[in-house]
């Protein structure tokens, strides 16, 4: 089904600062800042005993607490799928591609803190790049996901590597 699209993924800590920030339609930088804003406020806003689906500004968005990062998913409607389209994403498949995602990072980096985002963020920009594809998840393999990034992160420790 080609109707489901990610328009943008956050990961935030519960300050409200985002720490990543990944978008797959274009928006103009203030929309973004604006709309960054409004969707960290209601999710944080909400208690562990509301649902983890809003619908905000024509976006669905599904959200997940892990410690002390929020990850955010945004969908809308393909807009190859005509204006007012219906947006029928599977909430409970885009928490279980979260929960993928948690889970390959904490393979990566052990158990994912916010710090290994912020440090390492070119390294989880990669991962994620590796599972989303222009708003389409096309891989949720860990190995598969990984093994790029563990080639890039062995070439580096070599004496003789390309990145020296």
């Not at 007012?84 to 993928?100: K, R, V």
């Not at 708003?135 to 062995?154: M, S």
Request: charged share 30%.
């Amino acid at each position: 089904d080609r109707s489901k699209m990610i328009s943008f993924i956050l990961m935030v800590n519960k300050q409200g600062q985002t720490r990543l920030s990944s978008y797959y339609q274009w928006m103009p930088m203030e929309e973004r800042v604006a709309l960054e804003s409004e969707i960290i406020r209601k999710c944080l806003s909400r208690s562990e005993l509301q649902c983890s689906f809003l619908e905000y500004r024509g976006f669905k968005v599904i959200y997940r607490r892990y410690a002390s990062l929020f990850f955010i998913v945004g969908t809308k409607a393909d807009i190859d799928a005509g204006k007012g389209a219906e947006n029928n994403e599977n909430e409970m498949g885009m928490l279980e591609f979260i929960h993928t995602l948690v889970e390959t990072m904490d393979k990566w980096a052990g158990s994912i803190c916010e710090l290994d985002i912020m440090y390492q963020l070119e390294e989880v920009h990669f991962l994620l790049d590796e599972m989303v594809m222009n708003g389409y998840i096309v891989e949720t393999n860990k190995t598969n996901i990984l093994r790029p990034i563990d080639l890039l992160e062995r070439e580096a420790k070599t004496a003789e590597g390309m990145f020296r």
